[in-house]
């Protein structure tokens, strides 16, 4: 450690660094893996429970609520052990590890969300059944949250300038859609409705791509000397505090809390209406599997053209806030037209414009996180990037519960029957409700609260990069 202080100056990190082309490419396959798992986690896991294995709705909806219980515990948990020096960091990196073994553990515990013994009978034995589920979703997620929150910690550390975060940001959402574009490719073409096996084969499949994408991360995520001796140095500096005080002074700052607020309101918009399609092509469209590719194939091409776009408008703004928030609000406003459609040309044409809104609301997070971070690091002096990604990646699993929970009483109430394969008109009428109007009530709320609390200008960030720099941090 004394070396560390006689080096201190010499270590510093250089703010003006650049990185190769490759780097951004190979950091941005995490949000491949991401964005390839939120959405199969999302879209397949209700539907399955509900529609495949004819569980009950509202035990699949307690499932989830303890879900969510256990990620109180469990997100920002992980966080702040990641940020504890271990010995290991000198030789592998402080966040390396975690993504690596995060990310394989997601493939093989995802494949055991799907693997129910196909006997079991949903009312005879809903009890087996209901424990399935609650293991696999909280084994899912811990290995889940420990490589998302260490892969996220890494941004404001080794990408240190908004040019540098903005350039990853069009990586990250540009190859993000990619994931996406691998789920809603990959999954309908060996799933077959009414054949629960087949979702055993997709879970398989899907997980040899998620470890070929680990593999392709590993050069972008590589944490460097400087970078490693930073970490020593910083936590030498800080004061030692125990989790507990750190995760009250996260939510003590208002910009995080505006974050985590909007954050969360739009991952519940995310979740009903990506989860909604496998019922409105079933239900609605009476379709088969692959129109739901043809469906999210327009919402994903019209965001992959819209990323340039995006980005010039962030760059010439200025403004992370600003852009943040017209993006949002055409996301949420964009839902509203499903309440009506009833063919697969109009379900297109709203995703297009919902594929439009989401990138620009998407580059910004990232954005929007780090300089939320920076913020805390320059006035508490203390590095524990991990407990703010834990906190943010528990806020976003908040959104399953509230998925599964606005999923069970609209079903519940609406007379929606588990593993029939027709419905009557009113449970057609909240299957329309749950992915047009209720996520743009929620996604608005989400978009005012955020502009009513988030207080960073650019003018502040200035003054926050600056101290960072003299605080060597």
């Not at 951004?24 to 495949?52: C, H, K, P, W």
């Not at 069970?408 to 007379?415: Q, R, W």
Request: with cysteine; proline share 3%.
């Amino acid at each position: 450690m004394n070396e560390l202080k006689n080096n201190e100056k010499s270590n510093e990190l250089d703010d003006s660094k650049t990185f190769p082309i490759w780097v951004f490419i190979s950091f941005a396959m995490g949000d491949v893996f991401i964005q390839l798992y939120v959405y199969l986690f999302s879209v397949r896991t209700f539907d399955f429970y509900e529609n495949e294995v004819g569980l009950a709705t509202g035990i699949i909806a307690l499932a989830f609520v303890i879900f969510a219980l256990w990620n109180m515990i469990n997100d920002p948990l992980i966080g702040f052990l990641s940020d504890k020096p271990r010995n290991f960091w000198r030789k592998w990196g402080k966040r390396t590890p975690f993504v690596i073994i995060g990310g394989i553990g997601t493939t093989l515990s995802f494949i055991f969300i799907f693997a129910l013994p196909e006997d079991l009978d949903p009312q005879a034995d809903w009890l087996i059944i209901f424990i399935w589920l609650l293991v696999s979703i909280c084994l899912f997620d811990t290995l889940f949250s420990t490589m998302d929150t260490n892969y996220i910690s890494l941004v404001p550390d080794k990408f240190r300038t908004d040019k540098l975060r903005l350039r990853l940001a069009g990586f990250q959402v540009g190859l993000g859609i990619f994931g996406t574009v691998l789920a809603v490719v990959v999954s309908p073409m060996f799933i077959v409705y009414g054949q629960q096996s087949s979702f055993v084969t997709m879970a398989i499949i899907v997980g040899i791509i998620g470890i070929v994408l680990i593999c392709l991360e590993i050069y972008g995520i590589h944490e460097d000397k400087a970078m490693i001796d930073n970490y020593f140095i910083a936590y030498e500096k800080a004061e030692k505090v125990k989790f507990t005080k750190v995760l009250k002074v996260a939510l003590k700052q208002k910009s995080f809390v505006a974050f985590l607020i909007v954050y969360m309101l739009y991952q519940t918009t995310v979740s009903l209406l990506l989860g909604s399609i496998p019922y409105l092509v079933r239900f609605i469209l009476n379709g088969e599997a692959i129109i739901e590719t043809y469906i999210l194939l327009g919402y994903i091409v019209a965001g992959i053209i819209s990323v340039p776009i995006w980005w010039k408008i962030a760059l010439k703004k200025g403004n992370n806030k600003t852009v943040f928030m017209i993006g949002g609000l055409i996301w949420g406003l964009a839902s509203i037209p499903f309440l009506f459609i009833t063919t697969v040309l109009a379900a297109i044409i709203v995703a297009i414009i919902l594929g439009i809104g989401m990138i620009g609301f998407w580059l910004m997070l990232n954005p929007i996180i780090s300089d939320v971070i920076d913020e805390a690091i320059s006035e508490s002096g203390i590095r524990q990037e991990g407990v703010y990604m834990g906190v943010r990646t528990f806020f976003g699993r908040i959104a399953i519960m509230l998925q599964a929970i606005i999923f069970a009483l609209v079903h519940i109430f609406t007379g929606f029957t588990p593993g029939s394969a027709t419905q009557s008109p009113t449970a057609i009428f909240g299957l329309r409700l749950q992915m047009s109007v209720i996520p743009a009530i929620i996604m608005i709320i989400g978009i005012l609260v955020f502009w009513k609390l988030y207080d960073i200008t650019p003018e502040k960030k200035e003054i926050t990069r600056k101290k960072l720099k003299e605080l060597n941090l």
